[in-house]
Structures are given as structure tokens and as C-alpha cells.
């Protein structure tokens, strides 16, 4: 089966949870939260949940596991707090519930950072992809253009594909 027909196979709207990771934002200020969100409701696809979090590994262990037990949800995508900064914690707490990484997330994030975007700074971001269950997990960084970058070139394209693999 050619990549185009197998990515195409199965389910086409894939059930969202998307958190934000932040001690500043709110609801009207989470920009790219709300990025996400309308990405994700451009392309067919459906929100869940939307929460946001502050940076501390508790409250991000402990939204995690909501929704990966809640049998509505098929992803989880977070952003931000994928920095260097002490108070940046999200990828600890993702890679610790991650029964497998998608290392090719994050490499190619890197790559398309440092090539399109802000260069050799690309080597401070630590987005990150996994599946804990069947239940799949992106992180990216908070800002839009990460968001951006991220949901249009990676995450989107490749959604319904992981999703239908973990059903399998």
C-alpha cells in the first residue's frame, strides 16, 4: 500500500485535548493555544479539552493522565515550557509518561526551525512527541511561530496516520 493510501485509511477526524503551558497566559491572551485550536477545527478535526497549566511537572503529570484516560480524547498537544529555564518542565513530565518516543518529531521540528525560522537558536527547543497508550503526545514551544511551524508541516499531515496506527 502506497504511503498516500495507507496515511488516508481509517478514521479522518481525530479527538483533541490541547493544553497550554504557562504562569502567564489566560484564555484570552494564549495565543497559541488558540492557534492550535483553530488549526486543528480548520482541518476536520475535533477539540475536547483545552486547559491551561502552569509550569509546574504536578499539574502537567496530572492533566496528562486525564486525558489519557479519557477515552474521548486521541491526542494530546501541548505547548510551551519546552525551554532551558529552570521553571520549564513540560518535556520531563511528557517523557515520563511515554510508553514510546517519536524522536523524528522533534530532529525534523529542529531542522525546520533552524532552517526556516530562527537558526542556530533552534538547538534550545526541546518539542517532543510520544504515545502513552493509545493515546498520541505532542509538545511543542509556546510561541506562535513554533505552533505554527509545528501544526502545518508535522502534526497535521501526519495526525490521522498516527492516530489510526495506535486503533490498530
Excluded: W
Excluded at 525551554?83 to 530532529?107: M, N
Excluded at 512527541?129 to 511543542?140: D, H, I, R, W
Excluded at 506562535?144 to 489510526?164: C, F, Q, S, W, Y
Amino acid at each position: 500500500m502506497s504511503v498516500e493510501r495507507h496515511k488516508a485509511a481509517g478514521d479522518q477526524a481525530v479527538r483533541c485535548f490541547v493544553m497550554t503551558v504557562s504562569d502567564t497566559r489566560t484564555k484570552d491572551t494564549d495565543k497559541s493555544g488558540r492557534l492550535m485550536i483553530d488549526k486543528l477545527s480548520e482541518s476536520g478535526h475535533q477539540m475536547v479539552a483545552y486547559r491551561i497549566v502552569p509550569d509546574e511537572a504536578e499539574g502537567i503529570l496530572e492533566a496528562l493522565k486525564e486525558g489519557i484516560e479519557d477515552p474521548a480524547i486521541d491526542t494530546i498537544l501541548l505547548n510551551g515550557g519546552t525551554g532551558i529555564a529552570e521553571r520549564d518542565v513540560t518535556i520531563e513530565a511528557v517523557q515520563s509518561i511515554f510508553d514510546k518516543e517519536i524522536p523524528g518529531f522533534g530532529e525534523i521540528f529542529r531542522m525546520l526551525s533552524y532552517s526556516e525560522d530562527i537558526g542556530s537558536a533552534a538547538i534550545l527547543s526541546r518539542a517532543a512527541a510520544g504515545v502513552s497508550g493509545k493515546t498520541a503526545v505532542f509538545s511543542t514551544p509556546g510561541s506562535t511561530g513554533a505552533v505554527k511551524l509545528a501544526m502545518d508541516r508535522l502534526i497535521l499531515p501526519e495526525l490521522i496516520h498516527v492516530v489510526n496506527e495506535l486503533k490498530k
